[in-house]
């Protein structure tokens, strides 16, 4: 039983652990990129592979359905709360959930959080690295992409040879 609880203790320092750090380098990275560049100003990091480009999106990832205000608020609270009840419930079921997994939804969690006080505060996501071959992002919209791809690939079945 012991073991179990410095299990369940660990795994939820982990996931705190994970949310606060991909919340704060988001926050970090956006306020200093508000603070250093004006709306659409570019800066070349890697000319022709990385800028840092400021872009305010009022929509969705990839600026898709922009200016839908109040439901852009209301989907990620409700992705938060399935997130946040679906650890709960393997929690109460006995089930435990491999570390990556946690890993995985702590990161989706964290950068889901982290655009929804953009929505919040500003009424749009502060968007800045820009690779040139696709659309502009954030810290918070890379570990949502690194928390969602990890959890594709745990569902994809791995065939076992004999």
Request: contains cysteine; proline residues 3%.
């Amino acid at each position: 039983m012991t073991s179990y609880r410095n299990r369940s203790y660990f795994d939820i320092v982990l996931s705190l652990s994970t949310v606060a750090l991909v919340v704060f380098f988001d926050r970090l990275t956006k306020i200093f990129f508000s603070n250093t560049l004006f709306p659409g100003e570019s800066i070349p990091v890697v000319r022709d592979y990385l800028h840092m480009t400021l872009v305010h999106n009022t929509g969705i990832a990839f600026g898709l359905f922009k200016n839908q205000g109040a439901v852009f608020i209301i989907i990620p609270v409700i992705a938060i709360v399935l997130l946040v009840y679906n650890v709960i419930y393997y929690k109460h079921n006995d089930e435990k959930l491999s570390r990556l997994y946690i890993l995985a939804f702590s990161l989706i969690l964290g950068g889901a959080i982290g655009n929804l006080i953009d929505r919040i505060y500003y009424g749009y996501v502060i968007d800045f690295i820009d690779l040139r071959v696709w659309p502009v992002f954030n810290i918070a919209d890379s570990a949502i992409t690194i928390g969602a791809l990890i959890i594709a690939l745990k569902c994809i079945p791995v065939s076992k040879k004999n």
